[in-house]
C-alpha cells in the first residue's frame, strides 16, 4: 500500500484536490518529522499539475497558516496575475508580506486592494490595507527613502481612481436596487455583488440627514 502522503500527492497531482488534503497532508509530514523544505516541496508538487486558481489558493493559504509565508506569497502573486480582478489573493497576501516584513511585497499587496472597490462588509479590508500604505509611507521617509516614499504615494492617489461611480439617491419608505449591465455583458447587482469585470456593488447607505439627502446605493 501507498503512504497516505504519496496517496494524497497523486490525487493532487490528477487533479482531484480538495482543501482538506492540503490540510492532511502537512500533519503527515510532520510526523515522520520532514523538514520544511520537504513539506514545501510536497504542496508545491499539487500546485505544479494544478489549473485551478482556487485549488493554488489553498496551497498558498495553507502555507501561510504554517510558516511558509515566502512561497505563499509568491503563489499569491501568481494567482493576481493571472486574476486581476480577484481580491483575495491581494487581502491575503498582506499578511504573509507583512509577517515577512516584505517592503516591495506590502506595497504590491496595498495597491491591489486599494485598486479595487469593496462591499461594505468588507470595508474593514480596505481600511486596513489604506493604514498599512500610510504607515509605509512614513517608514519610508524615516528611512530616508523619500524617492521611494513620493512614488509609493502618487500610486495610492492613482489607484484610487475609479472609471465609472453610479449612485442613486432617493427618499421615502420606497427601497431601490440598483443593476448595472457592463460592457461585456455581465450585471453587477445585489445577485453578483462583485463581477469578473472589476464591478462591485458597494451596497446601501443611509444618510445621515434623512429627509434632505434620503437613501443611496452605490
Same mark, same amino acid.
Given at each position: +500500500? ?33 523538514? +520544511? ?10 500546485? #505544479?499539475?494544478?489549473? #485551478? ?29 493571472? +486574476? ?16 515577512? +516584513? ?33 504607515? %509605509? ?66 451596497? #446601501? ?7 434632505? #439627502?434620503?437613501? %443611496?446605493?452605490?
Amino acid at each position: +500500500n501507498a503512504p497516505p502522503t504519496a496517496r494524497i500527492t497523486s490525487a493532487i497531482r490528477h487533479g482531484h484536490a480538495h482543501p482538506w488534503m492540503y490540510e492532511a497532508l502537512s500533519p503527515v509530514l510532520q510526523a515522520t518529522e520532514a523538514s +520544511n523544505s520537504e513539506i514545501e516541496r510536497a504542496l508545491m508538487s499539487g500546485v #505544479d499539475f494544478s489549473k #485551478d486558481p482556487g485549488a493554488i489558493m489553498d496551497v498558498a493559504l495553507y502555507m501561510s497558516r504554517i510558516g511558509l509565508d515566502e512561497r505563499a506569497l509568491k503563489l499569491f502573486r501568481e494567482v493576481a496575475q493571472a +486574476n486581476p480582478y480577484r481580491p483575495e489573493p491581494y487581502a491575503l497576501a498582506l499578511a504573509s508580506a507583512k509577517r515577512l +516584513n516584505d517592503a516591495e511585497g506590502i506595497q504590491w499587496a496595498c495597491l491591489g486592494i486599494l485598486r479595487q472597490a469593496w462591499t461594505s462588509e468588507q470595508a474593514a479590508i480596505e481600511d486596513r490595507a489604506l493604514r498599512v500604505a500610510k504607515a %509605509t509611507v512614513e517608514q519610508l521617509r524615516d528611512a530616508n527613502q523619500s524617492e521611494q516614499a513620493d512614488a509609493f504615494e502618487q500610486a495610492l492617489e492613482d489607484v484610487g481612481m475609479r472609471d465609472h461611480i453610479v449612485k442613486v439617491r432617493w427618499t421615502g419608505d420606497a427601497d431601490v436596487d440598483l443593476m448595472i449591465e457592463e460592457p461585456s455583458g455581465t450585471i453587477c447587482s445585489l445577485q453578483t455583488p462583485r463581477t469578473p469585470g472589476g464591478g462591485v456593488l458597494v451596497g #446601501d447607505a443611509y444618510a445621515s440627514g434623512y429627509i434632505l #439627502d434620503g437613501n %443611496t446605493e452605490t
